[in-house]
């Protein structure tokens, strides 16, 4: 049996995530952003080339409650995040888990002209993620998101986890 690692922040993470408030308070960041972005006629042309971070030379940053919330809503990734390679919810050019993709993910477009009003949106809303970390008393991480789906696979405190055979939670 394996042993709960100790303070695994992925325990703190993952319980926040599955409370009602904490998930009305993400949808509605998310939504209200959501409103913002539609207001600046940016389009996604589906190139899928933002998702494959080495070959486009950036990176996508989240916080733990977001890793927690999709791992929650969406599931484990199905394949095992490598590092500075594709997102691997990404399949045949689109991201499977639209709805419940990070922050960054809604902000960002590759079109030219869009940078200033993202950096703008992007520390606004940023500030209001850690607002909700805040509020509801969660520990707040920043951090890179392949690396950030890797540790939270690894903690084992996820359903589906290569780590947990027993289900949710059996390593925290
Ligand atoms: S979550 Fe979706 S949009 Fe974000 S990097 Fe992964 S595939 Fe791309």
Request: with cysteine; hydrophobic share 35%; glycine share 12%.
């Amino acid at each position: 049996m394996i042993q709960p690692r100790e303070n695994n922040p992925w325990d703190g993470w993952r319980t926040a995530a599955q409370r009602g408030d904490v998930d009305h308070a993400l949808q509605a960041l998310y939504g209200a952003m959501a409103e913002e972005v539609s207001r600046q006629g940016a389009v996604c042309w589906l190139s899928g080339k933002c998702c494959h971070f080495d070959a486009y030379g950036h990176r996508l940053y989240v916080t733990g409650l977001e890793v927690a919330w999709v791992l929650d809503q969406a599931g484990m990734p199905p394949r095992s995040p490598a590092a500075g390679h594709a997102c691997p919810y990404q399949s045949k050019r689109q991201c499977t888990i639209h709805a419940w993709r990070p922050m960054g993910c809604r902000i960002f477009f590759c079109q030219d002209g869009t940078e200033a009003w993202q950096h703008d949106l992007y520390e606004r809303k940023l500030k209001g993620l850690r607002e909700i970390h805040d509020r509801f008393g969660v520990d707040y991480g920043y951090m890179e998101w392949l690396a950030a789906l890797d540790g939270a696979v690894s903690s084992g405190c996820f359903a589906g986890s290569e780590l947990d055979d027993a289900g949710a939670g059996a390593n925290c």
